[in-house]
């Protein structure tokens, strides 16, 4: 997969095309003054967050973009086609969105009309997905893959899709709990009696879980975490929950920040210690998330017997084969008395406020191509192709966001370029 080197630096750049409006969009035809484009297109089926949202039409264009929009691509997220253009998008066709030098989205799309050396820049869970990858390479189009990002440099904070999107889907976890459960969740104090506040267990503390804690906290809840690593307890116990400790527990955390697998043993350990705290819990919130693996199950069915009955399972992997035995994947089901609520996409119920700050981060992101006026492909920027041997950041076989360019996977990407081979 891979072939001949890559040089450190590459512009990119296409000429800007002329056009006329059939319809009130506009139609491409030839080219005239040079200039960067970039386009945000309609996503897939079932997504209603958008990547690019009007209020960063003004910084795109500041630095030198014409901004291509598909109309259509931000009325799920409540924005309207004249939102864009009142601030210096051009609303046109798919087309002519995907024929911009780089094209930005949340989900991979159908590459077909994005043409040779053009880039991309979406989450395409490569590791899940390496037919994305392949696809690419074939097309021979850059590819950016926005999940892979380092998220321990300090630089990528602000591009890290990952943490915004998790952040939110913690907090509306929470939310579709409280809406399931059938009590009230904060202590309330009546001259009909005191009503105890409801129990919520957040299995796993990465951002998404400690979002989950500092919300059912805000909601009045006890709340109870755990986590496979040992230094959450900190971090659990300062938004306000109370840490659930596993006999033989370390810090299995890989060096890229994500949790590392486990084994058999100590995954049954820490599922039988976590759901015999949860068996009186109102809200159980599973989180755990292995990257580029399907979830770990951390709630059996064995377990499900056991919670009371009323009891709401909120899996928020349910899209990745779910933390919680029986999920089903898009559904809310009740079983043994429980309700378990296995909806994807938990970002995209909230998808005005996660388009903006997945725009947010995209928008830093593509800022971070252009050089004088022209994207540029830096080889040895860290956010692309990940820190350098000898850094405290650096991971063996693994590269940055920058996936694959020219037909070819990038060399540090070699993990990945085993899974595709």
Do not use: W
Not at 289 to 309: C, E, H, L, M, Q
């Amino acid at each position: 997969m891979v072939g001949k080197p890559f040089p450190t630096k590459r512009a990119l750049k296409s000429r800007i095309r002329v056009g006329r409006f059939v319809d009130n969009l506009l139609v491409v035809e030839d080219e005239g003054d040079e200039k960067m484009r970039l386009g945000v297109i309609c996503e897939t089926e079932g997504e209603n967050r958008v990547a690019i949202v009007p209020n960063s039409i003004k910084k795109l264009v500041k630095i030198g973009f014409e901004v291509m929009v598909e109309s259509g691509a931000g009325s799920k997220a409540n924005h309207n086609d004249s939102e864009y253009s009142d601030l210096g998008a051009i609303v046109g066709s798919r087309e002519n969105a995907m024929a911009c030098d780089i094209v930005v989205c949340i989900n991979m799309p159908d590459i077909s009309l994005i043409k040779e050396g053009k880039m991309l820049a979406c989450v395409s869970d490569p590791f899940r997905s390496p037919e994305n990858v392949k696809k690419a390479m074939d097309a021979k189009i850059t590819l950016f893959s926005m999940d892979m990002i380092p998220r321990r440099l300090s630089r990528a904070q602000a591009m890290d899709v990952n943490s915004s999107q998790d952040n939110l889907a913690g907090y509306k976890a929470v939310l579709m709990g409280a809406a399931h459960a059938p009590k009230g969740i904060p202590m309330m104090t009546t001259s009909a009696g005191t009503i105890r506040p409801a129990k919520f267990v957040i299995m796993g503390s990465g951002v998404a879980g400690l979002q989950a804690i500092a919300t059912a906290k805000r909601l009045g809840a006890v709340v109870y975490a755990s986590d496979v690593r040992r230094s959450a307890a900190e971090q659990i116990e300062s938004v306000g929950g109370r840490f659930i400790e596993v006999e033989g527990m370390d810090d299995f955390e890989d060096e890229s920040g994500y949790a590392k697998p486990l084994t058999m043993e100590f995954i049954q350990k820490v599922n039988n210690t976590v759901c015999e705290v949860a068996k009186d819990a109102d809200v159980i919130i599973t989180t755990a998330r292995i990257f580029g693996r399907p979830a770990p199950i951390t709630v059996p069915a064995s377990a499900i017997k056991s919670f009371k009955n009323g009891a709401v399972v909120v899996d928020m992997n349910a899209d990745v084969g779910g933390n919680c035995e029986l999920t089903e994947c898009g559904e809310i089901i009740e079983k043994h008395g429980v309700t378990i609520i296995g909806v994807p996409n938990l970002p995209g119920t909230v998808a005005n406020s996660a388009s903006m700050l997945f725009s947010n981060n995209m928008t830093t992101f593509v800022s971070s191509l252009v050089k004088e006026g022209e994207l540029v492909l830096d080889l040895e920027d860290d956010i692309l192709v990940g820190s350098p041997e000898g850094s405290d950041f650096h991971v063996a076989g693994m590269g940055g966001v920058l996936i694959c360019t020219d037909g070819e996977i990038h060399p540090k990407q070699s993990r990945l370029a085993g899974v595709i081979e």
